[in-house]
DNA sequence: CGTTCGATGCACT
DNA sequence: GTGCATCGAACGT
């Protein structure tokens, strides 16, 4: 089997240099990790958003270039972290660039690598959250795998921080509404694996596309 | 099962 | 001062 030789392949900068709903999709099944000091994490990305353009009123770039939306701005293949709601750090994928602001939210991860450390990471105090919900959501996925703002602007095509190729089966997708926005939730730019227990929302099951009718197999 | 609501810090107007 | 690309606990049915 030509795969069995087969190595992890750190995705190039032209994997995100293409049309944002094109990579929306192309990261699912692919695997964000971070190399740290504590350690490797990793996670296959299960579910991802599109925010696309000053035209988008949810994008960041809606208001056009200011300091804090300024990577989106830059050229593609580069991670966009900003903190929100006071607590929470969220990570994107620059696509396209270039005058072209857009990226690509990951929402979710199935935990492959470094369960221990996102365990420890995301129990601070408290329980450990069981494997499924290790990386189940935006916030909960940087916190399991030590993204803060010290990694904004970081390239994702190396390491320590990048989104690389296991090659694992390319997984089925839906697309539906975005989620946790109060405008452009007209846009159906959030694309998921239908059923898997990673993916954000309420319980696993609930995402299956005929629980959600707006659902399709393509984004519109 | 469902919905509401507080925590908490910063970019932006 | 306002409003978040969230999360989880606390409630109501």
Redesign the pocket.
Known sequence: MAGSSRRPRVLPRTFYDRDTLTVTAGLIGKVLVHRTPQGVAAGAIVET?A?IGESDP????A????????P?YGPPGVA?V???????H???AVTEGRGHPA??????LEPLEGLDLMGRR?AAG??V?RTA?LC????????ALGIS?SQNRLRLTAPPLSIEDWGLPAPGVVWGP??????GTDRPWRCWVPGHPCV?G??GY?NLSHHTNEARLGPG
Do not use: D
């Open positions: 958003e925010y949810a994008c960041h770039a208001p056009g270039p200011t300091r804090r939306n300024e989106l966009y900003y903190f929100n709601y006071g607590m929470h969220l990570v994107n990226a690509v939210l990951i929402r979710a995301r408290g329980a959250p919900a189940r959501g935006p916030g909960n996925l940087t916190k703002l975005r989620v946790g926005i109060r405008v954000s309420r319980r609930t």
